[in-house]
Nanobody, 124 residues
Framework: QVQLVESGGGLVQAGGSLRLSCAAS????????MGWFRQAPGKEREFVAG???????YYADDVKGRFTISRDNAKNTVYLQMNSLKPEDTAVYYC??????????????????WGQGTQVTVSS
C-alpha cells in the first residue's frame, strides 16, 4: 500500500509559476511509475505528466514546454514544476502511482494509488 500526499497548490496570476510536490510512503517508491493528473470543474480527470521508474518523462500536449515532472527517489517525492500558468490550468491536481505496468500510462486505470489532490487556481 502506498499513500500519496500532494502539496504546493495555491492561487497564482496568469504567467506565474507553482511547484507541486507529492510525497509517497513506503520503501518501494523507485519501482513505481508516477503521474500527475488534473480535474477542472465539470470536466473529467485528465493526464498532465508522467515519469517512469527510470526517469523518462511524458507530457500532455497542452502543458509541454511549460510543465516539468521530476522525481527524487531518495526523498520518495515527485514534483511538477508549472511555469507560464494559464487560467485554463485551474484544476485540482492529483498524483498517482503505478506499480503494475511496463510503460507509463496516460489513462486513469493504469494507476493503482492516488493522492487526495491539491487545488491550483490561476487568475487572469
Amino acid at each position: 500500500q502506498v499513500q500519496l500526499v500532494e502539496s504546493g497548490g495555491g492561487l497564482v496570476q496568469a504567467g506565474g509559476s507553482l511547484r507541486l510536490s507529492c510525497a509517497a510512503s513506503g520503501r518501494t517508491f523507485s519501482s513505481y511509475h508516477m503521474g500527475w493528473f488534473r480535474q477542472a470543474p465539470g470536466k473529467e480527470r485528465e493526464f498532465v505528466a508522467g515519469i517512469s521508474r527510470t526517469g523518462n518523462t511524458y507530457y500532455a500536449d497542452d502543458v509541454k514546454g511549460r510543465f516539468t515532472i521530476s522525481r527524487d527517489n531518495a526523498k520518495n517525492t515527485v514534483y511538477l514544476q508549472m511555469n507560464s500558468l494559464k487560467p485554463e490550468d485551474t484544476a485540482v491536481y492529483y498524483c498517482a502511482a503505478d506499480r503494475r505496468n511496463y510503460n507509463v500510462g496516460r489513462e486513469l486505470y493504469a494507476y493503482d494509488y492516488w493522492g487526495q489532490g491539491t487545488q491550483v487556481t490561476v487568475s487572469s
